[in-house]
T-cell receptor, first 116, second 111 residues
Framework: NAGVTQTPKFQVLKTGQSMTLQCAQDMNHNSMYWYRQDPGMGLRLIYYSASEGTTDKGEVPNGYNVSRLNKREFSLRLESAAPSQTSVYFC???????????????FGSGTRLTVV | GEDVEQSLFLSVREGDSSVINCTYTDSSSTYLYWYKQEPGAGLQLLTYIFSNMDMKQDQRLTVLLNKKDKHLSLRIADTQTGDSAIYFCAERDSGTYKYIFGTGTRLKVLA
C-alpha cells in the first residue's frame, strides 16, 4: 500500500542520548516534512525538504538535524535529547502541482518519543 | 506570521450536530483543509475547500468559509461515537508550499 512509513513507533531516551527517526514514502513525491505535535499547540514544522538534496528549517528546528537520503527517505536526528523534545513526531508528504493541492498531506502514523 | 486558531474541546451527544470552528490569517490562502486524527494515529485528510467557494458538502460533512472574517467551520451531521477524534484545520501558505495547522479541536461524542 502506498504511503508514509515511520520507525520506530515508540522510543524512550535518557537526556543526552541521540537517536534518528526514520521516514520513507513510496508515493514518488518530492516534498517531505517533519512535524512535532504537542498538546494544545497543534503541529509545528521542524524541517522540510522540497526535493532530494535540499532541506530547510521550519518553525522549531533547534536541537534537530535532518538528512534527505534519497527521494524516498527523510530522517530526523536528535543529537542530544532533552525532556523538551518529548513529543509525537510525524513525517508527511504531499504531491506537487496546483491541481493536486486538493489531496493535502499524507502523514505517517507517528513516533511517540519520551525523553526522561 | 500566519496563525490558525481553534477551540481546544467540544463535547456533543450522539445524533446531534457538531460544529468545529477555525480562524486563519492568510487571506490569500488558496486551499483550506480539515484533517481528522484518531487516537494513536496520524492525521487523515477529511475534506478541503477552495478559497473561491462559500460552502462544500460531502455526505455528513459541511464546510463553510467566510473569507471576509477569515472563518472556517466544519459541521458534522448526526455525530457518531466514531467521530470522536481531534480535528485540525489547515491553510496552505500562499507564499510557500508549506501548510499551517491549527491547534486542533478534540471532539468527544457522548452516547
Amino acid at each position: 500500500n502506498a504511503g508514509v512509513t515511520q520507525t520506530p513507533k515508540f522510543q524512550v531516551l535518557k537526556t543526552g542520548q541521540s537517536m534518528t527517526l526514520q521516514c520513507a514514502q513510496d508515493m514518488n513525491h518530492n516534498s517531505m516534512y517533519w512535524y512535532r505535535q504537542d498538546p494544545g499547540m497543534g503541529l509545528r514544522l521542524i524541517y522540510y525538504s522540497a526535493s532530494e538534496g535540499t532541506t530547510d528549517k521550519g518553525e522549531v528546528p533547534n536541537g534537530y538535524n535532518v538528512s534527505r537520503l534519497n527521494k524516498r527517505e527523510f530522517s530526523l536526528r536528535l543529537e542530544s535529547a532533552a525532556p523538551s523534545q518529548t513529543s509525537v513526531y510525524f513525517c508527511a508528504t504531499h504531491p506537487e502541482g496546483t491541481t493536486q493541492m486538493l489531496y493535502g498531506y499524507t502523514f505517517g502514523s507517528g513516533t511517540r518519543l519520551t525523553v526522561v | 506570521g500566519e496563525d490558525v486558531e481553534q477551540s481546544l474541546f467540544l463535547s456533543v451527544r450522539e445524533g446531534d450536530s457538531s460544529v468545529i470552528n477555525c480562524t486563519y490569517t492568510d487571506s490569500s490562502s488558496t486551499y483550506l483543509y480539515w484533517y481528522k486524527q484518531e487516537p494513536g494515529a496520524g492525521l487523515q485528510l477529511l475534506t478541503y475547500i477552495f478559497s473561491n467557494m462559500d460552502m462544500k458538502q460531502d455526505q455528513r460533512l459541511t464546510v463553510l468559509l467566510n473569507k471576509k472574517d477569515k472563518h472556517l467551520s466544519l459541521r458534522i451531521a448526526d455525530t457518531q461515537t466514531g467521530d470522536s477524534a481531534i480535528y485540525f484545520c489547515a491553510e496552505r501558505d500562499s507564499g510557500t508550499y508549506k501548510y499551517i495547522f491549527g491547534t486542533g479541536t478534540r471532539l468527544k461524542v457522548l452516547a
